[in-house]
């Protein structure tokens, strides 16, 4: 990829007291390999390089393409020290601005670990901004992978699921260049794909390269999930003690459960720590773009969800004094004597019943949402949750339904719409609701990459008016700016994977203002957790501000 460069490393050479600026060395007589620029100039601090038109054969730009300003910046941080995040939003072209960087450095063996709906759109961009042909970038798909070297140059790009089963030999070489695209996927050590990419103690080690970049425009949902990258891109600073970071940013507590790591504290400092290692740029500021409005839309709780709540709430409250959970079991004082009180079988215990199993499940919302201390046992198992929550998302169908009406069927104009939900049953439902509004389609898991993208290109040459989306289909690497309106029937109690769903239509293209609307159930766990995570979206834009050159 890039240029062809002398493979000699050289230190000290007189060049290097003639500029500030390393690329500026490029055309003149020197062995100094890319490589070795941040190690020879920096000396271990990252400067980052000033990139300007002149540099464009350097960074493989195609004729008659240009960078944007951000995109020159990145690439000049990328280039100016070692292992680095790049956390620019969605939309402002992390993919170019790091394929740019490959072509300078001239890496001839690249590694590129993404989530799979996006392979292909990675093969897509390497066929148009480097030199490489099509048989020189190896998608992976099951247990056919090919591993590039000096003499056969190229790039294999594999996703999370087939790293883990493929670690073993991808391991076994040094790549020039290593990209975790969407790296919020590997920010929690005890996960398998994180232990394969980052290693694991002494027995477990990293999968090695000469430089690695971290991309994600969600790369913190919460303090403690920048430790890995922090240990990545920032060994000796941020990275160097777990327990002096957890305390200092995550407020740690210890509870009988253990150590407590997910509150947040320090975030201002925390902020101007990360420049060290990590770009960010946010694409309201840098393109422009109009401001996003978040609207919630409660809608009544049915007699369906009530059941099922009141039903799982007892069940847990059995647990816990099954077990003898004490610190429970006092804050759920209240219900226990309603429950007694019911058996009276009065209008008023009854009364006094339901509104504890209310307060109930606003102290699991709570728990869920990591928000309360020490009543890690006061959860519904996963099958449970899971039902419960796939009961609520079908009840809202209806109440869907119905707000659909008074937004599409009077204008034939009005739309399009982007809706996102998580369970493969609403999904359906939901695509059903609307075929009487237009053309409609589906993006879930089943839909391939190929087929993804000609949904994409349907929906945005007004072909079709609304895409019904699975959060973690839909939510990652496309643009759908057509819409300035998305609609969450379900939500994912997560932060950052909602922030990359509306990120679809809230990028570079979108000129209008959009409307982020949640269809949430009251008095239900749903209203509670999402409550929750747009608060967690405070203390990310807080860490989050601007951060790079």
Known sequence: MGIEWARGIFYGSPLLEETSNALDLVGKESSLHPWVFPRVLAKGKRTPFLIDESHYSILGVPAGEILDPHQKESIGYILGGDDTLLGDDAGLGKTISIICSLNAWCASRVLIVCPAVVKYNWKKELLKWSNLRGERIHVVEGDDIWVPDSDSPGVTIINYDLLVRHKKALAAHLWDGL??????????????????ALGH??????????????ASATSLNKP??????????????????WFKFVHR??????????????????????GARMRASYYIRHNDSVLGLKPYTENVIAVPRTKRVKETQSQMILAMLGKAQADGDQEVLVRLDGLIKAVQAAQSDSQSSIQILEAEIDNAIRIVGDTLAEQAQGLRGFVPDFEEMSEYRRIIA????????????????????????LIFCHHKSVVQLLADVCEKYGKVEIIDGSVKASERQEIVSRFQDGTTRIIVANLFAGGEGITLTRAN????VETDWNATTIRQCFKRIHRRGQQRACLIEYLLMDNSV????????????????????????
């Open 201 to 214: 103690g002494k027995k477990q080690k990293a999968i090695p390269a000469r430089k690695r970049i971290f």
């Open 249 to 270: 940013y995550c407020d740690a507590v210890h509870t009988q459960y253990g150590l407590n790591v997910n509150g947040a504290s320090n975030l201002g400092e925390l």
């Open 179 to 196: 990209v975790y695209d969407e790296s919020h996927k590997i920010n929690n050590e005890k996960n398998k794909r994180t232990r394969a």
């Open 394 to 417: 079908e009840d809202k169908v209806e109440y869907a339904k119905a707000y659909l009406d008074s937004i599409l069927s009077d204008d034939p104009d009005e739309g399009p719409i």
């Open 526 to 549: 749903d209203i509670f957790v999402t409550g929750k995570f747009i608060a967690k979206r405070k203390i990310i834009d807080e860490v989050n501000d601007e951060i790079g050159v």
């Open 485 to 488: 309106r998305v609609l969450f």
């Open 224 to 241: 403690k999930h920048l430790w890995a990258t922090a240990q990545a891109c920032d060994p000796q600073g941020l990275g160097s003690n």
